[in-house]
């Protein structure tokens, strides 16, 4: 019943990533769906703010390299910062990544959104 409504795991990250204002989403569909939503809202909002927070991390050590010493952070292959948070580092830069990461599908929200992409419905 939950997949007629597009109320799974997915459809709900695909609705956060591009920004759309979940009250209204609630307030199309019927009321005994409206926990589940509240639920997979809660679960993303708090990954999105983890993995954010763990980007503010990470830059905070990079900040002041070049930006050549940056790419050369990046790319070496010792480095054990997951792939996901450094390929962020010059959205951070160059990008205005605290302000585009609350924009629907820009770049920068894409990456973080991608992050925690549910698969197979499983969040």
């Not at 050590?61 to 010792?78: H, M, Q, T």
């Not at 480095?79 to 962020?88: A, G, L, M, Q, R």
């Amino acid at each position: 019943m939950k997949e007629l409504f597009n109320i799974t795991p997915l459809d709900i990250w695909k609705s956060m990533l591009a920004g759309d204002d979940m009250e209204v989403l609630k307030n199309e569909l019927p009321e005994e769906f409206r926990d589940t939503i509240d639920e997979y809202v809660t679960i993303f909002t708090e990954k999105f703010k983890e993995f954010v927070a763990d980007v503010v991390k990470v830059y905070d050590v990079v900040k002041d390299y070049s930006d050549k010493e940056l790419g050369l952070w990046i790319a070496d292959r010792f480095n054990t910062t997951p792939k996901n948070i450094k390929d962020c580092m010059f959205l951070m830069r160059k990008k205005d990544f605290f302000n585009q990461v609350h924009v629907g599908d820009s770049e920068s929200r894409t990456r973080v959104f991608t992050s925690f992409r549910p698969k197979s419905n499983i969040i």
